[in-house]
């Protein structure tokens, strides 16, 4: 739909500026890790398609870190596939749809998943701290974590988003990727 597209290269400064804390999360999961279970490539992986990320850079960037664990023989033979069905390439053919923040917001992420919306699904310690590491402190930090505690996580993003940006978002955040073309919209203004 939008004309954005990104590159391998661009990704990791593209997270510092532009994705919301639910895709960063995962990508420094990924890149301490070397891994992300099921629920983690589903979320992360569709996001990077919509954010424009094209199947080759897909395969070459999720190659270089799972060979790193696995090795690059069972990343080819194991997770290759998945990631050619994400972008339709395989089994029925389905172009998959990145997640909004409504079924991002109600997955049930157990022990060792890093999918998940964070104003939902962290504890507020580490929230606290991922917020802090994005540049929020003091009052607007405090409003977020009002917002969480009654349970208005799209609410906090988009607090979030205004916070980082110093604009206003009226439209509300309820997609991650609309928070990424949000915010190159911004920064490219
Ligand atoms: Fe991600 Fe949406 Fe949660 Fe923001 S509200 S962190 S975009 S799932």
């Given at each position: 739909?939008?004309?954005?597209?990104?590159?391998?290269?661009?990704?990791?400064?593209?997270?510092?500026?532009?994705?919301?804390?639910?895709?960063?999360?995962?990508?420094?999961?990924?890149?301490e890790n070397h891994h992300l279970?099921?629920?983690?490539?589903?979320?992360?992986?569709?996001?990077?398609?919509?954010?424009?990320?094209?199947?080759?850079?897909?395969?070459?960037?999720?190659?270089?870190?799972?060979?790193?664990?696995?090795?690059?023989?069972?990343?080819?033979?194991?997770?290759?596939?998945?990631?050619?069905?994400?972008?339709?390439?395989?089994?029925?053919?389905?172009?998959?749809?990145?997640?909004?923040?409504?079924?991002?917001?109600?997955?049930?992420?157990?022990?060792?998943?890093?999918?998940?919306?964070?104003?939902?699904?962290?504890?507020?310690?580490?929230?606290?701290?991922?917020?802090?590491?994005?540049?929020?402190?003091?009052?607007?930090?405090?409003?977020?974590?009002?917002?969480?505690?009654?349970?208005?996580?799209?609410?906090?993003?988009?607090?979030?988003?205004?916070?980082?940006?110093?604009?206003?978002?009226?439209?509300?955040i309820n997609h991650p990727n609309?928070?990424?073309?949000?915010?190159?919209?911004?920064?490219?203004?």
């Amino acid at each position: 739909k939008d004309a954005v597209e990104i590159s391998l290269k661009d990704i990791d400064q593209l997270a510092k500026t532009s994705f919301p804390l639910c895709m960063r999360h995962m990508l420094e999961k990924l890149r301490e890790n070397h891994h992300l279970k099921h629920g983690g490539r589903m979320q992360f992986g569709l996001f990077l398609k919509g954010a424009g990320l094209k199947l080759e850079d897909a395969l070459a960037f999720w190659r270089a870190e799972f060979s790193q664990k696995v090795g690059s023989e069972r990343f080819d033979k194991e997770y290759a596939y998945s990631i050619r069905h994400n972008y339709g390439k395989e089994g029925k053919r389905t172009d998959y749809t990145p997640y909004s923040c409504q079924k991002i917001i109600s997955a049930t992420p157990g022990v060792g998943d890093h999918h998940g919306c964070p104003y939902r699904h962290f504890g507020e310690d580490n929230l606290r701290a991922a917020l802090n590491k994005m540049g929020i402190s003091g009052h607007p930090l405090e409003e977020i974590m009002d917002k969480v505690k009654n349970r208005h996580y799209q609410l906090a993003c988009t607090m979030t988003f205004e916070a980082e940006h110093g604009v206003s978002c009226d439209t509300g955040i309820n997609h991650p990727n609309q928070y990424f073309s949000e915010s190159q919209k911004v920064l490219k203004a």
